[in-house]
Nanobody, 131 residues
Framework: QVRLVQSGGGLVQSGGSLRLSCLASGFSLEYYAVGWFRQAPGKEREGVAC???????EYADDVKGRFTIARDNAKNTVYLQMNSLKPEDTGVYIC?????????????????????????RGPGTQVTVEE
């Protein structure tokens, strides 16, 4: 059974840090592009960071220099290290995996990925950043 199990997240003060984890089972992340998306209250989902299977990384402009995506293929896990958090980073963070995840997100947008429903997706985890 394919699953993405997320951990991490929670409540943090502005300027703080959090690390999200996404553990895959039922398939090998090594051959997939993996990414993190978020949905802020009242807004559509947006891409945060994406890494393809050869390690090419893309970040949303507003998280560059603050967030780092990484993967550990031996542990079948992808991480999102979030530093210098801001209140506008608040939202539900969702990990996803799909062979063409990064290129699809870039060309079609995050909402397309979730509406199409083909990518493996985690359940989401809440991140709240307070002033």
């Amino acid at each position: 059974q394919v699953r993405l199990v997320q951990s991490g997240g929670g409540l943090v003060q502005s300027g703080g840090s959090l690390r999200l984890s996404c553990l895959a089972s039922g398939f090998s992340l090594e051959y997939y592009a993996v990414g993190w998306f978020r949905q802020a209250p009242g807004k559509e989902r947006e891409g945060v960071a994406c890494m393809n299977h050869v390690g090419t990384i893309e970040y949303a402009d507003d998280v560059k220099g603050r967030f780092t995506i990484a993967r550990d293929n031996a542990k079948n896990t992808v991480y999102l290290q979030m530093n210098s958090l801001k209140p506008e980073d608040t939202g539900v963070y969702i990990c996803a995996a799909d062979p063409m995840l990064c290129s699809t997100a870039r060309s079609m947008g995050a909402e397309f990925i979730f509406r199409r429903g083909e990518a493996y997706r985690g359940p989401g985890t809440q991140v709240t950043v307070e002033e």
